[in-house]
């Protein structure tokens, strides 16, 4: 299983912090990508690193990859009360497996 | 911008009734999926499918569950005889390639009783 595994489960910081979230998968990859999902709504696609990449920005969020330890991260900064959802790492091969998230909560 | 729709947004069907899940993929994308979420767990891969056939489907894709593309636009997910575990969010996804990026629809909330 190419499973991936986010910890923390749940954050809460303060608007304003960076919010770190990790991520740990099992075996190849092709790429990585991060998902986000407001409570009850669908998937929104945010960023995604290929097997060949270590880092990659967009805006606000910053993924690191490291397949030698098959994990990624995914940075936060400046966070917002509208970033409050439930956020996953998918590790795609030939199909997507889903970790089973970071519930991140940004306190006012 | 081009966005994956799925209707209904919630079905409410008695166990053992057969339900069609649609989908309306994005137009140029070849690659369609389905997933599903049970409440409070992580999302789950069903199926996938390419030029008019399943390239790819999970363990929980049993005899229940079946896909199609009746027409060039409709993608949809039918379960035969519905179960109480079968109550979940169900998302339909497509992309242009194999490994591109997905992206999801909505979903649909299934509450079966």
């Known amino acids: 299983s190419q499973q991936g595994e986010e910890d923390p489960q749940a954050l809460s910081i303060q608007e304003g912090e960076n919010a770190t979230m990790n991520c740990s998968y099992k075996?190849?990859?092709?790429?990585l990508q991060w998902y986000r999902q407001n409570s009850g709504r669908g998937l929104v696609h945010l960023i995604l690193i290929r097997s060949n990449e270590r880092e990659k920005h967009s805006g606000r969020l910053r993924v690191t990859l490291d397949t030698s330890k098959k994990s990624s991260s995914l940075l936060i900064t400046a966070s917002r009360a509208a970033d409050t959802a439930s956020y996953f790492c998918a590790a795609s091969d030939d199909k997507i497996i889903f970790g089973k998230g970071t519930r991140l909560h940004i306190l006012p | 911008e081009p966005e994956v729709t799925q209707t209904p947004s919630h079905q409410v069907t008695q166990m053992g009734q057969e339900v069609i899940l649609r989908c309306v993929p994005i137009s140029n994308h070849l690659y369609f999926y389905w997933y599903r979420q049970i409440l409070g767990q992580k999302v789950e891969f069903l199926v996938s499918?390419?030029?008019?056939?399943?390239?790819?489907k999970s363990e929980i894709f049993d005899d229940q569950f079946s896909v199609e593309r009746p027409d060039g636009s409709n993608f949809t997910l039918k379960i035969r005889s519905t179960k109480l575990e079968d109550s979940a969010m169900y998302f339909c996804?497509?992309?242009?390639?194999?490994?591109?990026?997905?992206?999801f629809g909505a979903g649909t909330r299934l509450s079966v009783l």
């Open positions: 075996t190849s990859i092709n790429n």
């Open positions: 996804a497509s992309s242009v390639g194999g490994v591109a990026i997905q992206y």
């Open positions: 499918f390419y030029n008019n056939e399943i390239s790819e």
